[in-house]
């Protein structure tokens, strides 16, 4: 048998199935047929889209989650001290080409690597590397061009080894995003002097559907990388394992995460032997996925449930006690949020994972969602997450501005700064958060988009210049902060941004994420001009 489901306006539960809106707007009536729901299918997703019904929905069954429920935004939370972190001046890491959503990961020796898409037209990948603490950056890869590999040129991955491979350095691999087809893949055994590259399609051919989407890496071992990806149909995140350092790697291993909306970067605890990424679904539902055998199978558990979906990736870090933290911004409110995990509750993070499955149900001990943003910050978006060091010790970027409004829209006026905001005591139920700016000026005006190609539809068009994302990361060699961001060199009330120049700042003072205080290791020239 069949059930045949009414969806209207106001999305009522019918014939006791839970209908919830995902995204969009009912605008009339909409009939449905779905299998009939029994213990066998207990979570169907209907996905209906056309240019004229823009909506998804899911139904279930199963009743919604208890949750841990993201609290309303506070506007003015006050900041706790600083204590005197501060960043240097922007230094450029990329001087020939734009490089949109920059990523920035930092290896055990202090080496700092950004990527960036170029786009696909270009069909070509690039990388940067310093070897200073952030003063200076050069290209990887082979004079002049300096590129990865050839057939990319969209989303970017880093990952490094955990342990030094036979000449003495931490193993490099790299994917480059094609057009939605798979991956460029590159490794280095020597920091990026000499690359060898698997070519476009490196991460060979997926075994369990089409269309790949934004991919993150991670090692496991000194030549054992992981490869996440959102497989566009079915759609879930689907992981491949390389074994010789990320230069090719084998069919789909695993299911990490089922339908998710989209998924964040992957972590590895060296110490516990866990690999975890963070992912929101299409419910607004936080969740992490994670394995306890290198990516050979996942479980999941539940962190919140917000009023709106995430602006943003969901990012997640853990320090050095194994405490596992989660941050992400919320659409209509634009507020930052995090939540922590204590270890000992890790190992409560079991529900099965399958294709296509259910959504997690279990909260392990999340604690409740802590705004992140404080005194005159109002729209808030894209934030990252570094932990890496002494427990209770994070940090978290985001893109801010004292503005109030939607910043999808081209109509919404702003000026943005990059901010960095800093818990000495996240794992605290009262965490507070200190917060500063890290640019010394603002770095771009009015609309920032998230809404991926839907930008250009909206009247005005929302400015999607800088992309998805920008990063923060920890250097465990010298004990500080760096944040990669992009500086569009845009005006005030101009469309959209020129270019996306890959600019970085370090922490200079303040205290570390490696539970010491950090030090200007300059003298100061002058203090005023």
């Known amino acids: 048998g069949r059930k045949q489901v009414t969806i209207t306006a106001g999305a009522t539960p019918v014939e006791n199935v839970s209908i919830v809106p995902v995204s969009g707007n009912v605008g009339g009536e909409l009939t449905i047929q779905v299998a009939s729901l029994t213990a066998t299918a207990p979570d169907i997703r209907v996905h209906y889209d056309t240019a004229q019904f823009p909506s998804q929905f899911l139904v279930s069954d199963q009743a919604p989650p208890p949750g841990n429920v993201t609290p309303p935004g506070v506007d003015g939370l006050a900041s706790a001290p600083s204590g005197g972190l501060a960043f240097s001046a922007s230094v450029p890491a990329e001087h020939q080409r734009d490089e949109s959503e920059p990523l920035i990961e930092i290896n055990k020796d202090g080496h700092m690597f950004t990527c960036g898409p170029t786009g696909f037209s270009n069909a070509s990948d690039y990388a940067q590397v310093s070897t200073d603490g952030g003063d200076q950056f050069h290209l990887l890869g082979t004079p002049p061009r300096g590129q990865q590999g050839a057939g990319g040129g969209g989303d970017c991955g880093l990952a490094f080894g955990t342990r030094r491979n036979p000449q003495g350095f931490y193993q490099y691999a790299y994917t480059g995003l094609g057009p939605l087809t798979g991956f460029v893949t590159t490794t280095s055994a020597n920091n990026g002097r000499n690359m060898v590259t698997g070519g476009p399609f490196g991460n060979g051919v997926t075994n369990q559907g089409g269309g790949a989407d934004r991919q993150w890496n991670v090692f496991v071992d000194e030549q054992t990388v992981l490869l996440n990806y959102n497989q566009q149909a079915p759609r879930n995140v689907v992981v491949q394992r390389s074994t010789d350092g990320g230069l090719t790697y084998g069919p789909i291993s695993s299911v990490g995460a089922p339908t998710p909306l989209f998924p964040g970067p992957m972590r590895y605890d060296e110490a516990r032997n866990i690999v975890y990424f963070p992912w929101d679904s299409f419910e607004n539902h936080v969740n992490l996925s994670i394995s306890r055998d290198r990516g050979l199978t996942w479980t999941a558990c539940h ?29 209509g409110s634009y507020h930052t949020y995090m939540s922590s995990l204590p270890a000992a509750k890790v190992a409560g993070c079991n529900d099965p994972v399958r294709a296509n499955g259910p959504q997690p149900t279990t909260d392990p001990g999340w604690s409740t969602p802590v705004q992140v943003d404080r005194d005159d910050v109002r729209t808030t978006v894209w934030p990252w997450l570094a932990a890496g060091g002494a427990p209770g010790r994070v940090a978290v970027t985001f893109y801010g501005t004292p503005n109030d409004g939607n910043p999808n829209t081209g109509a ?93 700042v370090n922490q200079i003072g303040g205290p570390t994420n490696g539970g010491a205080t950090a030090t200007p290791t300059r003298p100061v020239v002058r203090t005023s001009s």
Not at 305 to 325: K, L, S
Not at 423 to 434: H, I, V
Not at 477 to 494: A, G, I, Q, W, Y
């Open 412 to 504: 919404f006026k702003a000026a943005w700064d990059v901010y960095v905001n800093q818990s000495l005591n996240a794992l605290s139920p009262t965490a507070t958060f200190s917060q500063v700016k890290a640019t010394t000026h603002p770095f771009h005006f009015d609309s920032i988009c998230l809404n991926g190609l839907g930008c250009d539809l909206s009247i005005p068009a929302g400015d999607r210049s800088m992309a998805d994302f920008f990063a923060i990361d920890w250097n465990p060699k010298l004990d500080r902060l760096s944040v990669v961001f992009n500086r569009p060199n845009k005006m005030p009330d101009e469309a959209s941004g020129h270019v996306a120049n890959v600019m970085v």
């Open 303 to 331: 962190v919140a449930v917000n009023d709106g979906p995430a602006a943003g990736f969901v990012t997640a870090d853990h320090d050095r006690d194994g405490n596992i933290y989660v941050s992400w911004a919320v659409e």
